[in-house]
């Protein structure tokens, strides 16, 4: 019987210490969220080109489409000059289905297939980008869409978007705890929020046209948001 006393009395011994142990002391902190908006001038442009070829099979639209597409590659690498970058290609197969129209038994037409090569471009060079379009455009292998203006990660008015988040954010903790007649200590926590749009600015490109005017926005907004939190002590 000795041996299960002692043990008895170990645990006892070990739950004495658990419930001997101080509970976590709470800290009187405020926790605050800031915003930082400003505005800057796109710093560059992206724009999708895509080569279609038809065909009645999958042999023939691939067989057609192949020396189509290295053309728009070829005159894609000669437009570097004008700051015409391909980020991106891919290829794919379709099968175009035309809807049957209403009515009693219509005849189903034969598919149509359609290879298409989708090349991702981009621009530094807003100041060409009109000329660029319509050097693209006039090849008459592309069909143009989603051009758009953005701001990149490392423009500065990203910092200072951030920067304005902070202020913003020490602003408000300040105006609390001033009404709560007690102290702004030490800042305990950072939490960067993925900043909000628009960073881009959506515009339509005209499709294979061989002049066209294009005009980037004055400037986008850039927005950053932070949650921040500060210790608080006692007032005067």
């Keep these: ?7 008895l009395v170990a645990l006892l011994a070990a739950g004495s210490t658990v419930l001997a142990q101080p509970a976590p002391r709470f800290e009187p902190s405020v926790t605050v969220q800031g915003q930082g908006r400003v505005q800057a001038r796109p710093d560059h442009a992206n724009l999708t080109a895509d080569v279609v070829t038809r065909g009645k099979t999958l042999e023939a639209a691939t067989a057609a489409h192949r020396e189509r597409a290295q053309r728009a590659a070829e005159a894609l690498r000669g437009l570097k000059a004008n700051g015409i970058e391909i980020e991106r290609s891919t290829f794919r197969l379709d099968e175009d289905r ?12 034969e598919p149509e297939y359609r290879a298409v090569t989708t090349f991702e471009l981009k621009t530094t060079q807003l100041g060409q980008l009109d000329a660029a379009i319509s050097a693209i455009a006039g090849t008459g292998l592309f069909e143009l869409r989603n051009l758009r203006f953005a701001i990149g990660e490392r423009n500065p008015a990203i910092a200072e978007a951030r920067r304005a988040a902070v202020q913003g954010a020490r602003e408000r903790a300040e105006t609390y705890v001033q009404a709560a ?24 490109a005209p499709m294979m046209r061989s002049s066209v005017a294009v005009t980037p926005p004055e400037a986008l907004t850039v927005t950053a948001n932070v949650t921040m939190t500060w210790r608080i002590g006692g007032g005067p």
């Design 1 to 7: 019987m000795r041996k299960p006393i002692a043990t």
């Design 98 to 109: 035309r809807p049957l129209p209403p009515g009693p038994a219509p005849r189903r037409e």
């Design 181 to 204: 007649g007690v102290k702004l200590g030490d800042i305990l926590r950072i939490a960067d929020t993925e900043m909000h749009g628009p960073r881009e600015f959506a515009a339509s």
